[in-house]
């Protein structure tokens, strides 16, 4: 049996009990979703966007999933105590894909921010969650009618490849998924204390999780938003994430992630973001501990102005696998995207770097710039990049390259003969080249944070506070 069928009898036998536990505008979208995945099942390496991850195994096993909504028994504030010093945060939980409504923070977001969860906010802002659940994913998934079916170069001719087939993760995901995360911004609104996200992964039997998140930006808002993801139990967990980003006129976010779960992790995560003109998006994210993670990310520049910057880096090692796959669609003239990932990949990591940049025929004076630089510590650790430009515009200016190296031996040298031990120069130069993405994250609690953090994590220390349970 293949991967997906498991999946496909589950929805079969528990449609009804999904619902249940769901709402309208979510159930909206379900069977349309569930015929959707039937079609394309789990895509495996012979799927060009998953060449260097393989869905089928990882989806394999059999998961339980918590349908019937049953409550956790955990108190987040107990168990997690990991707090970025110097910067406080409007702090929220979810607990495996659930809103953890019974910690609210201590303090409110700014009048007429709405955070909550996205069940909650179906029920009481219906039109609102209904304009934009799933349409931002869809739009990144169907061809626009101006997109040319190709052009000749040079006598040739060359077809225009048509914007991202539906994706199955995120079919099974919108099929599967019964609550989320809502975060919205009205008109003009600042949000100034950032928004952080602890995404609390707990347990006593291995288990699937479907996270949804739904942020929309309206013309001029302001936001500065962090996800935590962590695991508290020793067991297996499969999950599954979508994140739409609508980010309207002028409007403004700064998106973090920070992944430390453990090796038993698989991670699906699809973050979706729609920009409009004169909007910037800064996404960084950054893979300290994992098991199998594979992030996709999807732009789309429908606005002219519109400016996303993408920073990543990872560290990995014993047999940790983190994929990145990334898709800039410049759809509209004088749009600016710049990319930066980094990967520090020791023992018998993998890596995997897969960043298209798109630049349509109306897209005319673009700038853009893609790097991908990578350092593998042993000879065991593999990375495989593939940087690419699609330029279908005349008047751009548009750049992209990718390294792969192993540590500088005249590095090395110099600092031995000054005294600096072999472990120590190793790490020295592997933490100064992970920092320039570091150096991205403009919030300077959070970026002294994570220069500790990645420090901890290069010396093969527990990168948690005193009294922190999550990490083990």
Same mark, same amino acid.
């Given at each position: 049996?293949?991967?997906?069928?498991?999946?496909?009898?589950?929805?079969?036998?528990?449609?009804?009990?999904?619902?249940?536990?769901?709402?309208?505008?979510?159930?909206?979208?379900?069977?349309?979703?569930?015929?959707?995945?039937?079609?394309l099942?789990?895509?495996?390496?012979?799927?060009?966007?998953?060449?260097?991850?393989?869905?089928?195994e990882?989806?394999?096993?059999n998961?339980?999933?918590?349908?019937?909504?049953?409550?956790?028994?955990?108190?987040?504030?107990?168990?997690?105590?990991?707090?970025?010093?110097?910067?406080?945060?409007?702090?929220?939980?979810?607990?495996?894909?659930?809103?953890?409504?019974?910690?609210l923070?201590?303090?409110?977001?700014?009048?007429g921010?709405?955070?909550?969860?996205?069940?909650?906010?179906?029920?009481?802002?219906?039109?609102?969650?209904?304009?934009?659940?799933?349409?931002?994913?869809?739009?990144?998934?169907?061809?626009?009618?101006?997109?040319?079916?190709?052009?000749?170069?040079?006598?040739?001719?060359?077809?225009?490849?048509?914007?991202?087939?539906?994706?199955a993760?995120?079919?099974?995901?919108?099929?599967?998924?019964?609550?989320?995360?809502?975060?919205?911004?009205?008109?003009?609104?600042?949000?100034?204390?950032?928004?952080q996200?602890? @995404?609390? !992964? $707990?347990?006593?039997?291995?288990?699937?999780? /479907?996270?949804?998140?739904?942020?929309v930006?309206? +013309?001029? *808002?302001?936001?500065?938003?962090?996800f935590?993801?962590?695991?508290?139990?020793?067991?297996?967990?499969?999950?599954?994430?979508?994140?739409?980003?609508?980010?309207?006129?002028?409007?403004s976010?700064?998106?973090?992630?920070?992944?430390?779960?453990?090796?038993?992790?698989?991670?699906?995560?699809?973050?979706?973001?729609?920009?409009?003109?004169?909007?910037?998006?800064?996404? @960084?994210? !950054? $893979?300290?501990?994992?098991?199998?993670?594979? /992030?996709?990310?999807?732009?789309?520049?429908?606005g +002219?102005? *519109?400016?996303?910057?993408?920073?990543?880096?990872?560290?990995?090692?014993?047999?940790?696998?983190v994929?990145?796959?990334?898709?800039?669609?410049?759809?509209?003239?004088?749009?600016?995207?710049?990319?930066?990932?980094?990967?520090?990949l020791?023992?018998?990591?993998?890596g995997?770097?897969?960043?298209?940049?798109?630049?349509?025929?109306?897209?005319?004076?673009?700038?853009?710039?893609?790097?991908?630089?990578?350092?593998?510590?042993?000879?065991?650790?593999?990375?495989?990049?593939?940087?690419?430009?699609?330029?279908?515009a005349?008047?751009?200016?548009?750049?992209?390259?990718?390294?792969?190296?192993?540590?500088?031996?005249?590095?090395?040298?110099?600092?031995?003969?000054?005294?600096?031990?072999?472990?120590?120069?190793?790490?020295?130069?592997k933490?100064?080249?992970?920092?320039?993405?570091?150096d991205?994250?403009?919030?300077?609690?959070?970026?002294?944070?994570?220069?500790?953090?990645?420090e901890?994590?290069?010396?093969?220390?527990?990168?948690?506070?005193?009294?922190?349970?999550?990490?083990?």
């Amino acid at each position: 049996m293949k991967s997906e069928q498991q999946y496909i009898e589950l929805f079969e036998q528990c449609r009804q009990m999904l619902s249940s536990h769901s709402c309208e505008v979510m159930d909206s979208l379900r069977d349309e979703a569930f015929t959707t995945f039937q079609r394309l099942g789990l895509p495996n390496r012979k799927v060009e966007r998953y060449k260097y991850t393989d869905a089928q195994e990882a989806f394999a096993p059999n998961y339980g999933l918590n349908l019937n909504r049953l409550d956790i028994p955990v108190n987040p504030y107990d168990v997690f105590k990991c707090d970025v010093p110097n910067m406080s945060t409007l702090l929220y939980f979810i607990v495996n894909d659930a809103f953890h409504s019974k910690e609210l923070p201590k303090y409110q977001p700014e009048e007429g921010v709405i955070i909550t969860s996205l069940k909650d906010a179906a029920t009481r802002y219906p039109e609102l969650v209904m304009k934009y659940y799933g349409q931002i994913a869809k739009k990144a998934e169907t061809p626009l009618s101006t997109t040319p079916e190709g052009q000749y170069v040079d006598g040739e001719f060359i077809p225009m490849h048509k914007n991202n087939e539906p994706d199955a993760i995120t079919a099974l995901n919108t099929m599967l998924t019964q609550d989320g995360l809502f975060i919205y911004l009205p008109k003009n609104t600042v949000q100034d204390k950032t928004i952080q996200v602890i @995404n609390i !992964l $707990t347990s006593k039997v291995d288990l699937m999780v /479907n996270r949804r998140v739904l942020m929309v930006l309206e +013309e001029g *808002a302001q936001a500065k938003v962090l996800f935590c993801d962590h695991a508290m139990d020793d067991v297996n967990f499969l999950t599954t994430q979508v994140v739409e980003v609508f980010a309207a006129k002028g409007s403004s976010l700064e998106l973090y992630e920070l992944e430390e779960t453990h090796v038993k992790n698989k991670r699906f995560s699809n973050l979706y973001v729609q920009q409009h003109e004169e909007s910037k998006v800064t996404l @960084n994210s !950054l $893979t300290l501990h994992n098991g199998y993670t594979r /992030n996709m990310t999807y732009v789309g520049l429908v606005g +002219e102005q *519109a400016e996303v910057n993408l920073y990543g880096g990872v560290i990995a090692d014993k047999k940790q696998h983190v994929d990145n796959h990334t898709l800039v669609d410049h759809q509209v003239p004088k749009c600016i995207s710049n990319e930066l990932y980094k990967y520090v990949l020791d023992e018998e990591a993998v890596g995997a770097f897969a960043g298209r940049i798109l630049v349509r025929q109306e897209a005319q004076q673009t700038e853009s710039q893609e790097t991908n630089a990578n350092l593998c510590a042993t000879k065991t650790a593999h990375m495989y990049t593939q940087p690419m430009l699609e330029i279908y515009a005349d008047d751009v200016k548009c750049n992209h390259g990718a390294t792969v190296g192993q540590l500088n031996e005249a590095a090395l040298f110099y600092m031995r003969q000054r005294g600096i031990s072999l472990e120590e120069a190793k790490l020295l130069l592997k933490f100064a080249f992970v920092g320039e993405v570091i150096d991205k994250v403009d919030l300077e609690p959070l970026r002294d944070r994570l220069h500790y953090l990645v420090e901890k994590r290069f010396r093969g220390e527990l990168n948690k506070c005193t009294g922190c349970k999550l990490c083990k």
